[in-house]
């Protein structure tokens, strides 16, 4: 059996190429909760941070490393 020269390429997928629609259920905002544990830890909102450099600044990233996000 050759041995192949050449990596088989795959598809895959940019921002531009997903689209986010509104769905068929509808939530009442009053009805719902952004509260989440982890541990004993308890978040009244979540905070989700990327490692990426153009969506998260670098003052930001260093509240989120302290742990001083969200915290009076």
Do not use: C, H
């Not at 390429?9 to 629609?21: M, N, P």
């Not at 068929?24 to 982890?38: Q, R």
């Amino acid at each position: 059996m050759g041995r192949r020269l050449f990596k088989e390429l795959q598809r895959s997928y940019g921002f531009d190429d997903v689209a986010i629609v509104p769905g068929e259920v509808t939530i009442n905002p009053d009805m719902t909760s952004t509260k989440m544990t982890i541990g004993d830890q308890a978040f009244d909102i979540p905070v989700m941070a990327s490692a990426m450099d153009g969506a998260v600044s670098p003052p930001f990233v260093t509240l989120i490393r302290d742990g001083r996000v969200g915290r009076p």
